[in-house]
């Protein structure tokens, strides 16, 4: 289902999934290895092109267990890994790991903000990050990594401090500039700003000279196509815009978009795949994605990470197509944006106190369960208020009418 006249996305945006890496490190969720390989198949299954899994900063990464299920599941080409980047020795140690786990698209995870730059880098120079940013990207491409590398904090970097920064890792060979809305501070429309203003910048410069263990050089200028590298953008929802601020980014020239599954993630969430993935199909039209797999994505994700069955916005969550008015359940295309069978979600009877003859008769239609709607419908209010009004679903209320049938 879409709108009938669509909006326009220049080109349609790319997807990568962090749910094995930024979601995998919210406080106190931890993915097995088995878990890793079921949300990166159910990711690939749905037409995510990359699934960001683990980070390394040095040897005997704790994550190395959920990279290498990863790898099974879906494949290297399939998969990135973040690399933390501190000194160069440091970044030296963090791609031998990647290089004995088999990566082949890595993340370089840099700092970028004054205040995260001090804490992480000891200094604030921008001159020593961009010295940073080309020695890591550098090394990278020389031992044949595809390499997006970040700007953490990006979004409360000055563009003055961000953009020679970016400038920077681009000629020094980086395939793509990751900006991380590590803290969420900005609207849709300083977010597209933004990002027009990255996407603008012209690459062709390179100063990076090597190649890699393949013999590919990585020389931006003799690169067809390539005079502009791609952007990504990673957003926090802590205000409730990751989705929002991720569109407009696309609209204004990023190429990729990194979510996680159920929005799980640090300081609010990140931005959620199954909404994400929804508005790119009621707002653009954009088909390339099965959505069937999403509510169970959702489901293995929140099982797997110890978080539970809380509710949770969205459309591919256990509450999304839940209904207690009998209008609602006869003729849910005067309620729904998609129908719930399109997500792989199914449409719930879920009521406590407002029972009605025609909800209690939708619930009973098909079971064989013979009773007097009216009076059961009546016995079942008092039943319900006694017990304190307990949830009930159609299974419940067939069971209730099963006994009352027999008394």
């Known amino acids: 289902m879409a709108t009938e006249m669509p909006e326009s996305m220049p080109r349609p945006p790319h997807i990568s999934d962090a749910t094995l890496r930024d979601a995998a490190h919210m406080a106190g969720v931890e993915f097995r290895p088995k878990d890793a390989a079921a949300i990166a198949d159910l990711l690939v299954r749905t037409g995510v092109e990359r699934v960001e899994v683990g980070m390394v900063s040095g040897p005997d990464s704790k994550d190395a267990g959920l990279v290498l299920a990863t790898h099974e599941a879906v494949g290297p080409e399939r998969s990135m890994t973040l690399v933390v980047v501190r000194d160069r020795r440091q970044v030296t140690r963090a791609l031998d790991e990647a290089a004995r786990l088999g990566v082949r698209n890595i993340m370089c995870s840099i700092p970028t903000s004054e205040r995260h730059a001090a804490l992480k880098l000891g200094s604030t120079s921008l001159a020593f990050l961009q010295v940073l940013a080309r020695s890591a990207v550098a090394q990278a491409k020389d031992r044949g990594f595809h390499v997006t590398f970040s700007g953490e904090d990006g979004a409360r970097t000055p563009t003055e401090r961000l953009v020679p920064y970016v400038t920077a890792g681009f000629r020094a060979g980086a395939d793509r500039f990751r900006l991380a809305e590590t803290v969420a501070c900005l609207s849709p429309w300083r977010m597209a700003e933004l990002a027009a203003r990255l996407a603008a910048i012209d690459h062709r410069a390179s100063d990076h000279r090597g190649s890699d263990h393949r013999g590919n050089d990585h020389r931006a200028i003799d690169r067809p196509g390539n005079d502009h590298r791609e952007i990504e953008v990673h957003s926090h929802n802590m205000l409730g815009m990751a989705v929002a601020n991720s569109l407009a980014a696309a609209r204004a020239g990023a190429r990729w978009i990194s979510t996680t599954v159920a929005g799980i993630g640090e300081r609010g969430g990140n931005t959620p795949l199954a909404e994400l993935l929804t508005a790119l199909r009621v707002l653009y039209a954009d088909t390339r994605f099965d959505l069937t797999h999403l509510t169970e994505l959702s489901r293995l994700a929140l099982r797997g990470s110890g978080l539970g069955d809380a509710f949770q916005p969205g459309p591919a969550t256990r509450h999304a197509f839940a209904y207690e008015l009998a209008g609602q359940l006869s003729h849910p295309e005067a309620y729904e944006t998609v129908p719930a069978e399109l997500l792989g979600n199914e449409r719930t009877l879920r009521v406590r106190s407002r029972l009605t003859p025609t909800l209690v008769g939708w619930a009973l ?43």
């Open 365 to 407: 239609a098909g079971s064989g369960i013979e009773v007097d709607v009216e009076a059961f419908t009546t016995w079942l209010g008092e039943q319900q208020e006694r017990d304190g009004n307990p949830a009930l679903d159609r299974d419940a209320i067939r069971t209730a009418a099963a006994a009352y049938s027999s008394v």
